[in-house]
């Protein structure tokens, strides 16, 4: 079949769609499998029940329910919802923010790639604007979504070694330099995959960086705050008009209700609409409709502070000391885990490349992901792209133990080797 330029981009080779293929795939040829690959947030009972129980109350009155199946929202999605959440957050945060600043979108995926090409690619005078990833590794979702070569530049980090083989990234900003080729500057705040959560000086300057280019700085806050709040930080949340802000029901717990929900100023939340409007209508208003009455009292915020975190923290803590015990003695070091469901583990001078490791894990049952995926638009040579793996410990316990036991030998082995 041939296919338009468009259609040649979107279907050939996309990294997330093999990813999320091959994971898919080794999911289903072995059970027995330590997931400790994908994205997938954990089931949290106490919550599953809070949205069966928001669900069913929908269901049982007519007119809700007509709503929530039999009527197409407004291309910014649910207006209820829309004003809720303004509200929440002019009284939660103080946040000079209206509804005409919220726009919902299916899922936060469709979010960027909605924002990201109305900032970067060929501008009426003919010039051509990229996404800046200020700090890479970033997001692996954010690879594929550009209409045009060459979309996004990232720059390395600065990396900062800590005790307990921990280590953090930092944003470089003496080789940070952002000019007329940069139409957005975009960073995930807490970060996937590393679990880092950039300071509040840095998005300061960010934002100073943005404010004088007079473009937009495009915080993805889907693990952070105001909701999930898996954030061991203390990030301040902050919003003004030079940034646009991006959540997401997901990691609440409600990834397959794809809801994102964007906080920006109104011209961009018009632009997002027109967009919603042509490829979708609407977005769908099961998400928000959900979480609208948990938004009107408050209680979504201080959810996220009483079970999510905590139940992500422990999970963490576990993994923690798991991976200290499992690698002792090998040159492992760890990303300092200040926020998400990620661990980024970093093999100084690893005799194979990361995805090797990553093949050679899943013949031993283990599922973790590749570092060098989340390089987007990193375009210098640096062999720390090939030294780090991303597990998730968002899921069962005891597949993660027995990951994490299984990663160890499998490094012993290798390091035994050279
Ligand atoms: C950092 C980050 N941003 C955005 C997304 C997209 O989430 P969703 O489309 O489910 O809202 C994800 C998903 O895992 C993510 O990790």
């Known amino acids: 079949m041939e296919l338009s330029e468009f259609g040649t981009r979107f279907t050939s080779e996309a990294g997330i769609l093999s990813l999320m293929d091959d994971l898919g795939r ?24 809070i949205f069966q129980r928001s669900l069913a109350e929908i269901v049982d009155d007519r007119d809700r329910f007509r709503a929530l199946v039999g009527t197409y929202d407004p291309p910014e999605g649910n207006i209820r919802f829309i004003d809720n959440f303004a509200s929440m957050l002019r009284r939660q945060y103080g946040w000079d923010v209206g509804p005409e600043n919220i726009c919902l979108t299916n899922g936060s995926q469709s979010a960027f790639f909605i924002l990201f090409n109305l900032f970067a ?22 690879a594929d979504l550009g209409l045009k070569d060459d979309f996004f530049i990232s720059s390395k980090p600065r990396i900062e070694y800590l005790e307990d083989r921990l280590f953090k990234y930092r944003v470089d900003f003496d ?13 995930s705040r807490p970060t996937n995959p590393t679990g880092n959560v950039i300071t509040d000086d840095e998005v300061e300057k960010l934002l100073g960086i943005c404010r004088n280019q007079k473009i937009p700085l495009i915080l993805d806050n889907a693990y952070g705050v105001p909701f999930p709040g898996i954030i061991h930080t203390d990030a301040r949340p902050m919003w003004d008009e030079a940034i646009v802000k991006c959540l997401s029901l997901s990691k609440l ?21 027109s967009l919603n409007a042509i490829m979708t209508l609407a977005p769908g208003s099961l998400g ?22 905590p139940f992500y923290r422990r999970k963490l803590e576990k993994a923690m000391a798991c991976i200290h015990r499992e690698l002792k003695g090998t040159p492992y070091r760890v990303h300092r885990p200040e926020g998400s469901m990620f661990l980024w583990l970093w093999f100084e001078d690893l005799p194979v490349t990361s995805l090797e490791l990553y093949e050679r894990l899943k013949k031993k049952g283990v599922l973790v992901v590749s570092g060098h995926y989340f390089f987007p638009g990193l375009h210098s040579e640096w062999r720390h792209t090939d030294e780090c793996i991303r597990l998730t410990y968002s899921q069962n316990e005891a597949d993660v133990e027995r990951g994490i036991s299984i990663i160890g030998q499998e490094i012993r082995e290798l390091y035994g080797r050279i």
Not at 175 to 185: C, H, P
Not at 260 to 267: F, K, N, P
Not at 288 to 309: H, Q
């Open 121 to 142: 690619g060929t501008y009426g005078d003919g010039s051509c604007k990229s996404i800046r990833l200020p700090l890479a590794p970033e997001y692996i979702g954010y």
């Open 253 to 273: 717990g409600l990834p397959a209700v794809r809801t994102g929900v964007i906080i920006a100023r109104q011209e961009i939340i018009r632009a997002v609409a």
């Open 288 to 309: 928000a409709m959900l979480v609208d009455r948990l938004v009107e009292s408050g209680e979504l915020v201080a959810l996220g502070r009483r079970i999510i975190k």
């Open 26 to 49: 080794a999911m289903a040829d072995n059970g027995g499998i330590a997931m400790m690959g994908g994205g997938n947030p954990g089931y949290i009972d106490e919550l599953q029940t």
């Open 175 to 187: 080789n940070l330099e952002v000019g007329s080729e940069t139409g957005a500057i975009c960073v």
